[in-house]
């Protein structure tokens, strides 16, 4: 599986943004997908996952009430609308894919599939 995220850019505080990660591959799309993210000088830290169906889906708490994380089947592909952007959401975003059904969403372990990532600014 092979993940290309896209959408990312240097916004202001407040602003908005959408991820889009497209999967190919035998398996794209089939399984639960997520996002991390990773800010400078810290570890990567789970932003938000949805299950393969879309029907189940989890945030971080830094992120809940502004993000808000879509897929599409139909098209492979996972989206995360971004509002009211902060100082420090900037981070570099991960889009990721799970291959077994069931796992815990938040977990790095989930997620054998990653992207190269996309880089978020948000200037104060």
């Known amino acids: 599986v092979q993940l290309q995220a896209s959408g990312g850019g240097l916004v202001q505080t407040g602003d908005s943004l959408r991820l889009s990660c497209a999967a190919s591959?035998?398996?794209?799309?089939?399984?639960?997908m997520g996002w991390f993210r990773q800010a400078p000088g810290k570890d990567r830290e789970f932003v938000s996952g949805v299950s393969w169906s879309g029907r189940t889906t989890e945030y971080a708490d830094a992120v809940k009430g502004r993000f808000t994380i879509s897929r599409d089947n139909a098209k492979n592909t996972i989206y995360l609308q971004m509002n009211d952007l902060k100082p420090e959401d900037t981070a570099v975003y991960y889009c990721t894919q799970a291959k077994v059904y069931g796992r815990d969403l938040a977990q790095e372990s989930t997620y054998p599939y990653w992207g190269k990532g996309t880089l978020v600014t948000v200037s104060s």
């Open positions: 591959g035998p398996t794209a799309g089939n399984y639960a």
